[in-house]
Nanobody, 120 residues
């Protein structure tokens, strides 16, 4: 059984920062990437960032490049998303997921999501 639990969402003013965490338990993810996705009301779920558990460089969506940073703590089985210079358009439910690539359909494991709201 695989479990992913996100935390760290909340309400922040534009220009502020938040750090999301995703704790993984159950089977190991050594062959997977951990990704962050987001879904705003009325919109499709979109890719934000991904990082391999054991190797590889991070990869970001153009919309967050230079503002968001994905990182991992293998000992804690936790992946983080540091979000800086937040904009109102970053408002969404953020999900962490285990899978491959940048398409949500290639990620079989999902957390429950955490709400991020950026006020203008």
């Amino acid at each position: 059984q695989v479990q992913l639990v996100e935390s760290g969402g909340g309400l922040v003013q534009a220009g502020g920062s938040l750090r999301l965490s995703c704790a993984a338990s159950g089977r190991t993810f050594s062959s997977y990437s951990m990704g962050w996705f987001r879904q705003a009301p009325g919109k499709d779920r979109e890719f934000v960032a991904r990082l391999g558990w054991s190797s590889g460089s991070p990869y970001y969506a153009d919309s967050v490049k230079g503002r968001f940073t994905i990182s991992r703590d293998n000992a804690k089985k936790t992946v983080y998303l540091q979000m800086n210079s937040l904009k109102p358009e970053d408002t969404a439910v953020y999900y962490c997921a285990g899978g491959v690539g940048s398409s949500a359909s290639a990620y079989p494991y999902w957390g429950q999501g955490t709400q991020v709201t950026v006020s203008s």
